[in-house]
């Protein structure tokens, strides 16, 4: 079996690549093999955010939030989708919270 960085790197490649549906399909075979591995999500999330699939975007950063609420980068990929999609509104807040999150992470320094 691959290990997580082998699947996140060939996933990756393909994004590079721009062949964003092979991207999308490596993504999602790292989050099935390594389904706590957020890296895989926020991937997963760009690669749709690209292919202007921003619902199933969204739905991917929202999986890595649950996975760690406390990573400012999460919401500033949920607030980039957000946007692309049009809901400023929700774009605004996402970034507010990775600013809050930031700042208390700063603060704990």
């Known amino acids: 079996m691959s290990t997580q960085e082998e699947l996140y790197d060939v996933a990756l490649t393909h994004f590079a690549d721009n062949d964003l549906d092979a991207a999308v399909n490596a993504f999602k075979e790292l989050i099935e093999t390594y389904p706590d591995y957020i890296e895989g999500y926020l991937g997963l999330g760009h690669a749709y955010e690209r292919l202007s699939q921003y619902d199933d975007a969204i739905e991917a950063v929202q999986k890595a939030i649950e996975i760690n609420p406390n990573d400012p980068l999460v919401y500033t990929s949920l607030s980039i989708c957000y946007q692309r999609k049009g809901m400023i ?10 600013q809050q999150i930031q700042i208390e992470n700063t603060d704990k320094s």
Not at 89 to 98: F, G, H, I, L, R
């Open 89 to 98: 509104q929700e774009a605004e807040d996402a970034m507010a919270k990775s």
